[in-house]
């Protein structure tokens, strides 16, 4: 089976400092891995995604994340944060082995970045 | 705007009841998906269609149900409704439903169960 953790319910930033919001995942085989956002009262937004290759994806708004396979994360970064990055941001995995499997999400970690 | 196109956006009924939340995805992608979110439970993954067929299943109660039309579009059927069953359940959709691919939502239709 496959599941995704974000241990951080919240992470708080001031603006202009760097980012980063963890995912952890698991899956049986290769993993393809997304982190998507959500602002209040809308749907899921794609940022990036891992398939294969280049192990630091780069993605929407200045966001990028890096895949570790030993560590089995993909943290979502970014060099300096914006205001209007706050958002619920959801990590999801999906594995690319099985057909028929759908994309798994993390509970959300929500970004607070102050002024 | 993701092109997926969600219907009502809000709804409020009461225990025991039945509602039909219905989605149109965006055009020319043939796979659709259905999530419910809560605050408890956070992002569930109920069901996915791909050109009307099922595809892959979650943790859809036996009584919640869904179909894909030929026309792609698809509805979420909700019976007997519980007070826990209040959440905002989203429709995604994709291209061919290829496990490499991005989702795109629509914004979601309020259900409160009173």
């Known amino acids: 089976a496959q599941s995704v953790a974000q241990p951080e319910d919240q992470v708080n930033v001031a603006e202009g400092n760097p980012l980063t919001v963890k995912c952890t995942y698991s899956?049986?085989?290769?993993?393809?891995l997304f982190w998507y956002v959500q602002y209040p009262n809308r749907g899921l937004q794609f940022l990036l995604k891992?398939?294969?290759?280049?192990?630091l994806v780069k993605g929407s708004y200045g966001f990028e994340a890096e895949f570790n396979k030993s560590q089995t994360s993909f943290h979502l970064k970014k060099p300096s944060a914006l205001v209007s990055d706050s958002a619920l941001y959801f990590c999801?995995?999906?594995?690319?082995?099985?057909?028929?499997?759908?994309?798994?999400f993390g509970k959300g970690t929500t970004l607070s970045v102050s002024s | 705007d993701s092109g997926v196109t969600q219907t009502p956006k809000h709804l409020i009924t009461a225990t025991g009841q039945r509602v039909t939340l219905r989605c149109s995805p965006r055009?020319?992608?043939?796979?659709v998906y259905w999530y419910q979110q809560s605050l408890d439970q956070g992002l569930q993954f109920l069901i996915q269609?791909?050109?009307?067929?099922?595809?892959a299943k979650g943790n859809i109660l036996e009584r919640f149900s869904a179909q894909q039309f030929p026309d792609l579009h698809s509805e979420l059927n909700l019976s007997s409704l519980e007070l826990g069953d209040s959440a905002l359940y989203f429709c995604?959709?994709?291209?061919?439903?290829?496990?490499?691919?991005?989702?795109?939502f629509g914004s979601g239709t309020q259900l409160s169960v009173l």
């Open positions: 995604a959709s994709s291209e061919t439903g290829a496990t490499n691919e991005k989702l795109f």
């Open positions: 899956v049986s085989g290769n993993p393809y």
């Open positions: 891992y398939i294969t290759g280049d192990n």
């Open positions: 999801a995995v999906r594995d690319a082995n099985q057909a028929g499997t759908a994309l798994i």
């Open positions: 055009s020319g992608d043939l796979s």
């Open positions: 269609y791909y050109n009307g067929e099922e595809r």
